[in-house]
């Protein structure tokens, strides 16, 4: 490769795509999942792509980590424990261990492999890998929250790739029926739920599958990831059966610096646009 | 080209990409200004680029327009006459003229070109360019302000393209001054100010011009575009000395529809992320 060249991720779901230029490949492993790549971009840091989907940037990665935690963390009454399945770059992790009423966070990736790259070239976002809350496993996602003791959970967050290969699993009735139960009453999960631009299809679908889990309440908040195709992305909220109170006292207090996530954000990201809100039935 | 294809934008200045799969080119024309292609997607509709960028696609073209339009037209008490300097899609003419209290609407593109593809392949925005409060005019807007009569207009906006080429003119201190000798006491001026994840920088340059020109309060307000580098856009509004008294509930009984707009994202937007509030000197 002659430098800098440009990177592609070719979307085929949505027919669009999102690119980086690049000066070198770093480093490529073939896990027995998936294969990792880490560029060096020329403007963005490091980027890492599982499968040739671009995962993270050094650059942008903060609007995804910041989104997936703390809206969720300043809406449950008093988190102290949480789950995240998948989220093997530990941003997440260091996200939701931001919050000192968290008593324990487990991050369980099935790939091993996704952590050691992020160790090496995310070192940032494995800065609290070795809090004493943190609990870091490599194993079946699937599996975990299968046999996650019932009513043991204030938060799940499922920080996944898209729902195919690996991760497919996690998109399900199934799946979200294992969250559930392990959840406590007041508990929420948070999936990753793609572009609301182009893939209200799949937030639909996703919501669907998540009420015949029991879910009854959801929440899907928009917000921008020049990494992930369109540049605009959504987590989505799932309760049991309460709404979503935000502390928002709590959130404009927060003990920590964020670089987007702010109790301002927050409100405004839960005020959709009509063409999301008409498709979601929210309108 | 074997269809379908990928077509990107390398945006250099970023060190970004974006792109759409396309099944076919439509069109080309090299007009005296730039060169004007007009590509058909397989999932965007159509796209339009100018000197390789692209500009509108008929599906998220929506995003774009409407926020360079309404939240000035509810910002200002009374808005009567619109300048829009480029434009020439005509997609901002139309968000602009569905304010029933705008009597004049002057859209002034250097090139008729981009007017004449817009109407073949997006008439949709075109829809408007009959009403009798439009005038559409192909002249150079950097003269058209310039000879604008002194304190005649309520809204300026500079719906341009990248600060490079024929649009440079249009981001500089003499063009500001001529906008600001335009515009009534309380008028608005609001100009597309590009990324603001990665063009901090142009948008503080932007803001230094625009004060020179004696405009003394800003607003920065974000919004997903996918079809611009990053997927993340801005605009920001000028005034000469007034705050930005947002006139929300004739916001909320707004007598037309809209796709993204509303007075909560017109809300939300208005409340920056720290790491563009910080970098704007507004934290």
């Known amino acids: 490769m002659t430098a ?13 795509a999102i690119g980086f230029r690049v000066n070198a490949k770093l480093d ?46 300043f809406t449950h009454a008093a988190p102290k424990t949480v789950v995240i399945i998948g989220g093997g770059d530990c941003g ?11 008593e324990k966070a487990v991050q369980c990736d099935i790939d091993e492999q996704v952590t050691r790259m992020a160790e090496k070239y995310f070192p940032e976002l494995c800065e609290s890998n070795g809090d004493p809350r943190a609990e870091i496993l490599f194993d079946d996602g699937i599996a975990y929250m299968a046999n996650c003791a019932p009513g043991s959970v204030d ?15 996690l998109f399900n009735k199934a799946f979200f029926e294992s969250c559930h139960r392990a ?11 793609e572009s609301p631009l182009v893939l209200l299809e799949l937030i639909q679908a996703m919501r669907a599958e998540m009420g015949k889990a ?5 929440q899907t908040l928009p917000f921008p990831q020049p ?16 709404g979503f109170d935000f502390r928002e006292a709590d959130a404009r207090a927060k003990p920590f610096e964020t670089l987007y996530y702010t109790a ?19 309108s």
């Open 28 to 73: 490529e492993v073939q896990s027995p999942f998936q294969k990792i790549e880490i560029y060096e971009s020329t403007d963005w840091g490091n980027v890492m792509l599982i499968d040739g989907a671009m995962m993270v940037t050094t650059r942008d990665n903060f609007l995804y980590h910041e989104m997936m935690s703390h809206p969720a963390l």
């Open 92 to 102: 997440t992790l260091r996200e939701v261990l931001r919050h000192p009423g968290v």
């Open 4 to 16: 800098p060249n440009w990177l592609y991720e070719n979307f085929e779901t949505a027919g669009s």
């Open 264 to 282: 301002d954000i927050h409100k405004g990201a839960q005020s959709l646009p009509p063409f999301v809100a008409k498709a979601l039935g929210e």
């Open 155 to 169: 938060i799940v967050i499922v920080d996944s790739t898209d729902p195919v290969g690996p991760a497919e699993g």
């Open 214 to 218: 029991g879910f009854t309440t959801f």
């Open 227 to 242: 990494c992930y195709p369109t540049g605009w992305w959504s987590c989505t909220l799932a309760r049991k059966g309460q």
């Open 183 to 193: 959840l406590k009453d007041d508990g929420i999960l948070v999936q990753q739920s």
